[in-house]
Every structure is written in structure tokens, then in C-alpha cells.
């Protein structure tokens, strides 16, 4: 059974940092992109950063320059490095498994003073 187990979000001042960690059990990791997306109340889910199976990232405009996504195959894990955290990066953050139906539950990230 596939799993995927988000964690590292918690409460930080904004300009600070975060990494967040997605370990993934159940699956043949290094076959899979991997991709991290976030929800803020009221909102859609959007598509945060993805990385590819050659390590090749993408990230959406509003955190470039800002966050960095990675993955460690031997650890079945994908990372995401926050920096220069804002308010509006307040959200619950997701991973998903390459673009299929599996996804963690989440994590939750708060920026504020």
C-alpha cells in the first residue's frame, strides 16, 4: 500500500525558514516525479515545486528564487526547502506521487509575527 507521510510544517515568523520532508513507503520511489502543492483556506490547491525522476525541478513563480525541492532515492523522501517565508506562504502542504491519486495528509505551514 502506497503511503506518503508529510512532515516539518509548524509556525515561523515571517523571513524565516522551514524544510518539510515527505517520506514515501508502499511504492518503487525513484520511478516517480514527485511534486509538493499547497491549500490555504478558501483556496485551490496549487501547484508549489516538482521534481523529476533525473532531478529536474520545476517551481511555480510565486516561491522561485525562494524554495528548493530535492530528493534523497535511497531515503524514498522529497524535501522542500522553504526560505524567505511570507504570510501568503501560509498553507497546509501536500506531496503527491508523481501526478497519481496518492497524496499525503499534510502539513500544516503558518507564517506570522
Known amino acids: 500500500q502506497v503511503q506518503l507521510v508529510e512532515s516539518g510544517g509548524g509556525l515561523v515568523q515571517p523571513g524565516g525558514s522551514l524544510r518539510l520532508s515527505c517520506a514515501v513507503s508502499?511504492?518503487?520511489?525513484?520511478?516517480?516525479?514527485m511534486g509538493w502543492y499547497r491549500q490555504a483556506p478558501g483556496n485551490q490547491r496549487e501547484l508549489v515545486a516538482t521534481?523529476?525522476?533525473?532531478?529536474?525541478?520545476f517551481y511555480a513563480d510565486f516561491v522561485k528564487g525562494r524554495f528548493i525541492i530535492s530528493r534523497d532515492n535511497d531515503k524514498n523522501t522529497v524535501y522542500l526547502q522553504m526560505n524567505s517565508l511570507k504570510p501568503e506562504d501560509t498553507a497546509a502542504y501536500y506531496c503527491?506521487?508523481?501526478?497519481?491519486?496518492?497524496w499525503g495528509k499534510g502539513t500544516l505551514v503558518t507564517v506570522s509575527s
Open positions: 503527491n506521487l508523481g501526478g497519481t491519486d496518492y
Open positions: 508502499g511504492s518503487s520511489f525513484r520511478r516517480y516525479a
Open positions: 521534481i523529476a525522476r533525473n532531478g529536474d525541478t
